[in-house]
Structure formats: structure tokens, C-alpha cells
């Protein structure tokens, strides 16, 4: 980067008490320029940047297709997603999600209800609550999901 008003721009700060500014050897050279206006652009411009970037570096989910029910292991449908679904999973019996895989969010997208269970063996004993079909998603879990049961309508 080779313009002086470009760096003067990105390096002085101007608050309504008091200037600093860091690269004094190129204020001279510009008297004269609007550099209030360039001093205020700057935080729109920093916040601009940061917005494309979030956006453009958030991965979207995978997505969990009509007819399956799919869960996450982090909040927030973030990371390896486990699809259920009535072709692999028999309905009113107990699917446990595999060995080491707990569950942060999920989404119902069966048209029928499922029951997600804190344990594997889909014990009523911990916590269990069932979701209705045709589209639930929940994407923070009220707790660790481990074993789930779809239901007949």
C-alpha cells in the first residue's frame, strides 16, 4: 500500500476532545483533505468487512432432508450430522444414536412424532420429551440426546 492518505486514514483517530495521529509525516502532504469524513468511514468500513466475512465463513448445515429426523453433535446443527429415518429405524422401538455420539440439536423432519431420550437404552428414568413432525427444529437440546423413538401417527 502505497498511499500516504490511505494509511493516514487507517492510523489517525479522531474523537471530539482529541487527535492522535500516528503517522504525522503524511499530515502535511494532505492539508486540506476531508479527513474527518475518512475517519468516520472507517468503523463502517471495518464493519461492513467483518459481516461479509462472518457470513461467508459460517458453513451452512447439512441439511436434513423431508422424512428423516437428524441430529447434530453441537449446537446449533454443527458437525457430523446422524440421519433416522423410517427406512432404518423401526417405529415405537428404540434407536440409540451410536457409541460416543451425544446429540446438541436436532430436527424433526418425519411426519411423525419422535421421542428424544437422555440415555441409550431410551429409559424414561432420565430425560425424554417427544417433538411433533412435519418440521421441529431445536437447535440447542434441553439436554444430551443419546437414544430416540419415532412413533406411528
Partial sequence: MDNPALWTT???????????????QFRDAHRGESTEMKILAIPVVITAWLLVATATATADPQ????????????????????RAALENTNPGECAPLP???????????TKR???????????????????????T?????????????????
Wanted: hydrophobic fraction near 35%; charge should be negative.
Fill in 63 to 82: 441439511p436434513c432432508e423431508r422424512g428423516e429426523f437428524c441430529v447434530w453433535p453441537a449446537e446449533s446443527y454443527e458437525g457430523e450430522v446422524f
Fill in 10 to 24: 487507517f492510523f489517525a483517530i479522531r474523537t471530539p476532545s482529541t487527535r492522535i495521529d500516528i503517522a504525522p
Fill in 99 to 109: 457409541e460416543g455420539f451425544d446429540a446438541r440439536s436436532f430436527a424433526n423432519r
Fill in 113 to 135: 412424532p419422535v421421542t428424544v431420550y437422555q440415555g441409550r437404552d431410551c429409559s424414561t428414568e432420565g430425560e425424554f420429551d417427544t417433538y411433533p413432525g412435519g418440521g
Fill in 137 to 153: 427444529f431445536v437447535p440447542e437440546a434441553p439436554y444430551v440426546v443419546r437414544g430416540l423413538q419415532i412413533w406411528d401417527n
